[in-house]
């Protein structure tokens, strides 16, 4: 074990001198400012400065649309940090200072939708391990979010004409500054992956579909990212909202330039009171859309040339956003008991077609697990966005889909980001993810082929059996479980037939 904070942790960039501090191998450099940004403007490059300043602490994060809330830290272990809405910061892991070397890079983008989340929300977002099994540069980073990220306020005047997608713009400003400065960290400009989890999935495909992404990354990875309609932009105006919000604000037209005054909290209060106002239901739309700075969602707009000629992993969770409700325990349950239970949910006609084709395609699974079976909400979407781009795009895509018993609840199917802990090769920081050693494979197979596909563009493993390509008709999934192994179409038929008795529902 080693430690090292002083003059030998002194990078250039091109603004100036950073200090950030060696630990064992690893240099951490946190709390770096990549862009500058007034309120609902586009961010600018910071300023020059002299000295050295210090890249030792995060920096600050975006205030979020919703309050901070006590979530499930037996399955990812939260942290909370101090807000502000000067938050474009990225936090950097490498094993060298020397430009001379050029290690892959990847970038992460943090989930919460585009409401909420940080760089640094959950203790396994930390890029030491990653950093260090694959010797690439790891990169995090904070952007901003809700209101002043996505707030459209292009009717107002043309100085607002970019506003409802400067959080996406961050992202962008990210990727720029990565492009001008990695080669001080031994990064190569030239080889960045993107990948995120959830609305990181998200910003993954929507920053390939931005005219302004080309040529600033070469791969990608979106992790429980295509969720249908729910974080599309098509066929989605928030132009209603966002005036019915002023009104409620006082702001018209004419003191438009008011809305600067307004704290943060009072404006996501007013967004969410309009879009009742206006008779919607659930969490209003917030996230990019569809203008000259972002192509559209790829689904309904087509993908742009640079994201055809990206690779791309793309994956889910068995579960995602659905959970067996309390009254069952499927650890206690005969077999008959469950399969009464499936009945009384589903009904005898759907249970009696339902059961076979749920236990073909998961063997290994309890029969109530198919409550807890995400035919919908992720998986279906996913499928149909692998195909449509396996389809219309030369560079390949792959699925996988997660699908490990927790040790939660004496062993419950993984939901909605239970595999972020394994792609950052962080295990050991969440106990409940302990399988008898199992969970090091699974670790081993997300992390490794994350790092071999930013290296090669194939996320192959020389020790490992071939994850194949999706083509339009059929997809190969690589199904991570205690036994990792490629699985074609095998769910194809059951989500054919759960999508019609469990259409998808889904309020943040």
């Not at 704290?263 to 996230?287: D, F, T």
């Not at 249970?351 to 395609?361: G, H, M, N, R, V």
């Not at 996320?459 to 074609?488: F, G, I, Y």
């Amino acid at each position: 074990m080693s430690f090292e904070h002083g003059k030998n942790t002194v990078v250039k960039t091109e603004k100036g001198l950073i200090r950030g501090f060696k630990y064992n191998d690893i240099y951490h450099f946190y709390g770096v400012k990549y862009a500058e940004a007034d309120r609902f403007m586009p961010p600018r490059e910071v300023e020059s400065w002299d000295g050295i300043k210090e890249a030792t602490s995060y920096g600050h994060i975006c205030p979020g649309f919703n309050d901070d809330r006590i979530g499930n830290n037996l399955k990812n272990p939260h942290r909370f940090w101090p807000v502000s809405e000067d938050c474009l910061y990225l936090n950097i892991w490498t094993k060298n200072t020397n430009n001379d070397v050029k290690k892959p890079v990847i970038v992460w983008f943090h989930g919460g939708g585009f409401f909420d989340g940080s760089s640094l929300e959950h203790l396994s977002y930390d890029g030491y391990n990653l950093c260090d099994r694959g010797d690439t540069v790891v990169i995090t980073l904070n952007h901003r979010l809700n209101v002043l990220g996505y707030f459209d306020l292009s009717d107002y005047g043309e100085k607002y004409a970019r506003s409802k997608n400067v959080g996406n713009l961050d992202l962008i400003a990210a990727l720029q500054w990565v492009n001008k400065n990695i080669e001080y960290f031994g990064g190569d400009k030239d080889n960045v992956t993107i990948f995120g989890q959830s609305g990181g999935g998200a910003k993954v495909t929507s920053v390939m579909n931005m005219p302004a992404s080309k040529g600033l990354f070469k791969a990608g990875m979106v992790m429980s990212g295509v969720v249908g309609e729910s974080m599309s932009d098509y066929g989605k105006d928030t132009r209603a909202v966002v005036a019915k919000a002023l009104e409620l604000l006082g702001i018209t037209r004419e003191n438009i330039e008011d809305i600067n005054k307004v704290p943060h909290k009072e404006l996501c209060k007013a967004y969410r009171e309009a879009n009742k106002l206006l008779g919607n239901k659930g969490m209003p739309y917030i996230g990019p859309s569809k203008n000259e700075d972002y192509h559209g969602d790829p689904m309904h707009y087509g993908f742009l040339e640079q994201a055809k000629a990206a690779p791309l992993i793309v994956g889910s969770n068995f579960s995602e956003f659905y959970s067996l409700s309390g009254k069952y325990n499927r650890n206690e349950m005969s077999n008959e008991e469950m399969m009464q239970a499936v009945e009384n949910e589903l009904g005898k006609e759907n249970a009696d077609k339902i059961i076979p084709l749920f236990t073909k395609a998961f063997p290994n699974n309890k029969i109530i697990d198919v409550l807890a079976y995400d035919c919908s909400i992720v998986r279906k979407p996913t499928l149909d966005f692998v195909k449509r781009r396996a389809a219309e795009c030369e560079a390949p895509t792959y699925n996988y889909l997660f699908t490990a018993i927790y040790g939660i609840n004496d062993g419950s199917t993984p939901l909605h980001s239970s595999d972020i802990v394994f792609v950052f090769g962080n295990t050991h920081m969440v106990p409940s993810t302990y399988m008898d050693g199992y969970e090091k494979e699974i670790e081993y197979q997300m992390a490794g082929r994350l790092l071999a596909l930013a290296k090669t563009g194939k996320p192959q493993l020389e020790d490992r059996d071939e994850w194949h390509r999706a083509t339009a008709d059929s997809v190969p999934t690589l199904v991570l479980d205690r036994k990792c192994e490629e699985k074609v179409d095998f769910d194809k038929e059951l989500l054919e037939e759960m999508v019609k008795i469990k259409p998808p529902v889904l309020n943040f």
